[in-house]
């Protein structure tokens, strides 16, 4: 009798499940027909699988494929990567053939379009650093294309003797304390090296510091 209940309660809960895809919504046409997966208020919402004309399986919000998830067209293309409310967005893999040769693309996406190997939220990179304590970079809204340093020790603008200043574009200026590289052009690259004196021993310091997008910067060196 307890084996018959549980198999009516499953039984139950499946038709309901059922019931609820049937009602889910995916608003991809091309992805549009059967749904099975997480529902909010009728629309896909969370994990699931969708199948149209072409297949999709991962995350989805408000109808639509957004987050990690595998895209299978249906001529055996397929992406696996990152989705935004529908469209390809964030780093993936794109496997294709082209000329009967199977190809492969590995990358960023934006908007459904590949913008490159490298992601274009990345605008800056620190490549290395040492006897530094901390530091901390600001991206400003100005379009200048400027990038100020402040060296802080004790907690207060820093000016070393011996300070030298490497850039692969650009121009170097001083302003009291501070300094600045500006008119440069992307890739930048900038390395700064000096000493710093601490209990009566010189230390050594360098920071390098890459920027890939062009724009105003703020970076501040902090040596304790």
């Not at 994990?47 to 399986?57: A, L, N, P, Q, R």
């Not at 494929?65 to 067209?73: A, D, E, M, Q």
């Not at 990038?147 to 070393?160: E, Q, R």
Request: net charge positive.
């Amino acid at each position: 009798m307890k084996k018959i209940t549980f198999i009516i309660i499953i039984l139950f809960f499946g038709k309901n499940i059922d019931a609820q895809n049937e009602t889910c919504k995916v608003l991809l046409e091309n992805i549009s027909g059967k749904y099975t997966g997480e529902c909010v208020d009728g629309l896909a919402d969370g994990k699931g699988k969708s199948i149209g004309e072409d297949t999709y399986i991962g995350y989805f919000k408000n109808g639509l494929p957004h987050g990690k998830g595998k895209y299978v067209y249906k001529n055996g293309d397929s992406f696996k990567g990152f989705w935004k409310m529908g469209k390809k967005d964030g780093k993936g893999k794109f496997k294709y053939t082209l000329n009967n040769k199977k190809q492969t693309l590995i990358g960023y996406w934006e908007n459904d379009e590949y913008v490159g190997t490298k992601n274009p939220e990345i605008t800056y990179k620190v490549i290395n650093y040492i006897g530094i304590m901390d530091y901390k970079i600001e991206k400003l809204e100005s379009t200048d294309n400027k990038l100020s340093f402040a060296i802080k020790s004790a907690f207060t603008d820093f000016a070393p003797k011996d300070l030298k200043v490497e850039i692969s574009s650009g121009q170097v200026s001083h302003v009291g304390k501070k300094f600045q590289v500006h008119q440069y052009f992307c890739p930048l690259y900038c390395e700064i090296n000096y000493t710093i004196l601490i209990a009566e021993t010189k230390k050594q310091c360098r920071f390098i510091i890459e920027v890939l997008e062009e724009g105003s910067y703020k970076v501040t060196l902090f040596n304790d």
